[in-house]
């Protein structure tokens, strides 16, 4: 079964995180290290980081179907920061992988216990019932 | 001389996977490296075979590349260790290996041994379904992810996983014993189960593209049966799954909607499959050891018989639910046992079996227990709560064509 881990982290108006190179590198050697590690146990369906909010659109079809975008949000909406597609064995697995991306170490190395939303992924019809 | 290639040639081509694999396998005692060897050698035949013909001896072709793969493969092996000496005299001891005759290591048990090694124990689902369609169905990584909808590097993770997880096991490529046949038997066929019904249930709308898992586990029963021809689970499985797929043409509308079966026009089944599932069943009953799988297909059975729906036997069908309540209970049973009893005794009847499901942690907040419960509240004509239970079903299923299905069962009795 597929399942879509999101981390819903970021914030209108809060770009890069400012920590201290550090942290910042061992953040960013823990994320390619989770990718590598569920690419190869066979469960990596996706993985994708998105922009930030400041590129963010938000679009509505007008009166004669033209898009009419919108990009001023409230500070405190929170962004789809990037999400995983994984085929998993069990819903516990992947909530597994879920905590485990959760404690990316933050400042001071400390996890930083974000977020993450799993959500099951729809798939096709159950075979039929007898 | 060759052979054109044609429309059955691929189909030659998967039924020799196995065979080529086992003789690799049993030569160079390594089913890991076979089994990528082969994989290898299938890729070459697809690649050449259709623009070149298919060659006198394409078993013997096969096994070749394959093992020239393998002797290459152990070279560069040697090579890496011992970069200068010795390795002329070893290389060439590899050559020879490779040159000797390809039939004498033939063994019609291969693709036994196989199925039994790749429907492991110690393999979760998932892998053992990839590593059997890729050993012994004979496809390729490439098809094998495309079926499942996952990136081909993923897929072959998954399969390199799983026989790092065989080789950990140290079975050794040879048949289980009798004893040990009966006691794995029930995971082989439910790895062909599954495949099965992952190929029958994403057969429709925009996944018709798939590769045709349904069709191809059809025919790895097929195999099985012709290995086991005694065994009246296997004959009882391959039954089910020929009075399952017989409804496939019936059981989605023009919009992809799911087609319940009481609503299914029923000229449109397969009559060939399913006279040979009724005989298939017919021979396994006679043999008395009646198990889940001959069960579920005299069920199925029974519904493909009937011309009309209103026609059905439910009185048979609900004693069959109670054999297979005995044979193999299970929340799903029950609840199948409940809808039987529901169209023999009245819905009341029904519902009354659900509510021992609902303190069952395997069931209590599945979908599949509030459609159910709709359904037969619908039949007690208690419209609100059918409304209710259908919407619930419909927030709770992770399928789109049962999603789409709940939600018009609920609009629809909200609109009368």
């Not at chain 2, 023009?254 to 499959?273: C, G, H, M, V, Y």
């Not at chain 2, 299970?330 to 009354?352: C, D, Q, S």
């Amino acid at each position: 079964m597929k399942y879509i881990l999101m981390m819903n982290t970021m914030r209108a108006g809060h770009g890069v995180p400012e920590w201290p190179q550090k942290d910042l590198r061992a953040h960013i050697a823990f994320m390619m290290g989770l990718n590598k590690e569920l690419r190869e146990s066979g469960e990596l369906v996706s993985a994708e980081g998105l922009a930030f909010p400041e590129q963010a659109k938000l679009v509505r079809a007008g009166k004669n179907g033209a898009p009419i975008t919108d990009g001023v949000f409230p500070e405190s909406k929170e962004f789809l920061a990037g999400y995983w597609i994984v085929d998993v064995d069990s819903p516990e697995r992947a909530y597994a992988i879920a905590a485990k991306a959760s404690a990316a170490p933050g400042p001071g190395g400390a996890p930083l216990n974000m977020p993450i939303e799993v959500r099951p992924i729809m798939s096709g019809p159950p075979p039929e019932m007898l | 001389m060759t052979k054109p290639w044609d429309t059955t040639s691929e189909h030659l081509l998967r039924e020799l996977a196995p065979q080529v694999l086992g003789a690799v396998a049993r030569r160079f005692r390594d089913f890991s490296a076979a089994e990528d060897a082969t994989q290898e050698a299938m890729i070459a035949a697809f690649t050449q075979w259709p623009d070149q013909g298919i060659p006198d001896n394409p078993r013997g072709w096969l096994i070749q590349v394959a093992s020239r793969r393998m002797t290459d493969g152990m070279r560069s092996e040697i090579a890496r260790r011992e970069r200068e000496t010795a390795v002329a005299a070893e290389t060439e001891n590899l050559t020879s290996l490779a040159e000797i005759e390809l039939e004498a290591d033939m063994d019609p048990d291969d693709t036994l041994i196989l199925l039994f090694m790749c429907c492991h124990p110690a393999l979760t689902p998932s892998s053992a379904i990839a590593l059997t369609l890729r050993a012994v169905g004979g496809l390729t990584t490439a098809e094998i992810a495309n079926a499942f909808l996952v990136p081909e590097a993923t897929m072959a993770q998954r399969i390199s996983r799983a026989k790092q997880t065989i080789k950990t096991s140290s079975t050794p490529f040879r048949l289980p014993s009798a004893h040990e046949r009966t006691e794995r038997l029930p995971a082989v066929l439910h790895v062909l189960y599954l495949i099965f019904s992952e190929g029958y249930a994403s057969s429709i709308g925009s996944h018709l593209q798939r590769f045709d898992l349904a069709r191809e586990a059809i025919r790895l029963t097929r195999n099985t049966k012709a290995l086991l021809p005694n065994n009246a689970e296997v004959a009882g499985l391959l039954a089910l799954m020929l009075l399952t797929d017989a409804r496939r043409a019936a059981r989605t509308g023009q919009d992809e909607e799911l087609i319940p079966l009481d609503r299914q026009d029923r000229s449109l089944w397969d009559r060939e499959e399913i006279s040979e599932g009724i005989e298939l069943l017919t021979a396994a009953l006679a043999k008395g050891s009646v198990g889940l799988y001959q069960l579920q297909a005299a069920i199925a059975a029974v519904h493909d018989e009937t011309q009309r729906a209103e026609e059905t036997d439910w009185p048979q069908i609900l004693a069959l639910y109670e054999l297979l309540n005995r044979v193999s209970p299970g929340p799903m049973v029950t609840l199948n046992h409940a809808i039987a009893a529901a169209m023999v005794h009245g819905p009341a009847k029904g519902l009354e079996l659900l509510r021992a499901l609902d303190s069952d942690t395997r069931v209590a907040g599945h979908y599949r227990l509030d459609a159910v419960r709709a359904h037969l509240l619908e039949k007690m004509g208690d419209h609100q709560a059918a409304i209710k239970h259908y919407r619930i079903a419909a927030a709770r299923t992770t399928s789109i064509p049962e999603r789409n299905y709940l939600t018009t069962q609920a609009a629809r009795l909200a609109g009368d």
